[in-house]
């Protein structure tokens, strides 16, 4: 059976506890190697195919992620949707509280990174419509998922896609806050683009790792992120698994 449904684990979510792993498969495509073995399992029996976007062992910085092989290698395998964990720094005053938000748009403030298919051979110039960036079908199952699953999500949101490693300076928090950013992370973009370029139904759960810079209290360390990420995760988790029963 094709699975077409896959998972794009992010920063604390290396390994899906409950899949009960079938085989990995190692997909070679022509913009180079995703960030791992395909892992292809059943979650709720149902079949899923999971790709840890940092690698297994957590070592692909963000600006580092071979973004098209990843995209290029669910979609060559015939996957049609793709649900994507992403730390996040919250912004937005509710996601001071709350640890998930569903984003529903983006900005990209990323740079050098190979973000489409659409450059090199072609027999015409594409320009790709990303007017909503993710994938609305989508969103509301992750949206139903995240009631059912009794998680209290943010069902909107502006991802601010930075280029990192580094995290922001306050001032920079400020500038995204006043473009509408409600959260910020690093590798929403390309991720999202190319899967629409290669017509895949995309959407992101985000999880708060840390108040974005300037919006809590004194520096952010990594140890308060790997904290806030692991109860995120819990509740990622649960929403994952309601999804999947509503897919
Ligand atoms: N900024 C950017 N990316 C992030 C953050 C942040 O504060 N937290 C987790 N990922």
Same mark, same amino acid.
């Given at each position: ?25 190692? +997909? ?207 509740? +990622? ?11």
């Amino acid at each position: 059976m094709k699975t077409t449904l896959a998972i794009i684990g992010g920063t604390g979510l290396t390994t899906l506890n409950g899949l009960e792993i079938t085989r990995r498969e190692v +997909v070679n495509t022509p913009y180079g190697e995703p960030s791992g073995p395909l892992i292809y399992g059943q979650l709720c029996s149902r079949e899923v195919v999971f790709l840890p976007r940092h690698g297994h062992s957590h070592t692909i910085p963000p600006h580092r992620v071979n973004y098209r092989a990843n995209i290029w290698a669910l979609h060559h395998i015939g996957v049609e949707k793709v649900m994507a964990v992403a730390a996040v720094g919250g912004i937005h005053p509710e996601l001071m509280s709350r640890k998930i938000a569903i984003p529903d748009q983006i900005i990209d403030y990323t740079g050098a990174r190979a973000n489409t298919f659409f450059e090199d051979d072609l027999s015409h110039v594409v320009h790709v419509d990303f007017t909503t960036p993710y994938c609305e079908e989508l969103r509301t199952i992750l949206i139903q998922a995240a009631a059912k699953a009794e998680v209290s999500a943010m069902t909107y949101g502006v991802y601010g896609a930075t280029q990192g490693p580094r995290l922001e300076t306050a001032a920079e928090i400020n500038r995204l806050a006043r473009d509408g950013c409600d959260m910020v992370g690093m590798t929403g973009m390309p991720e999202a683009v190319l899967a629409r370029e290669l017509g895949l139904c995309y959407a992101a759960c985000a999880v708060v790792a840390n108040a974005a810079a300037g919006r809590g209290v004194g520096a952010i360390t990594m140890a308060e992120i790997e904290a806030n990420l692991e109860s995120g995760m819990a509740e +990622v988790r649960a929403l994952l698994e309601q999804a999947i029963r509503l897919l």
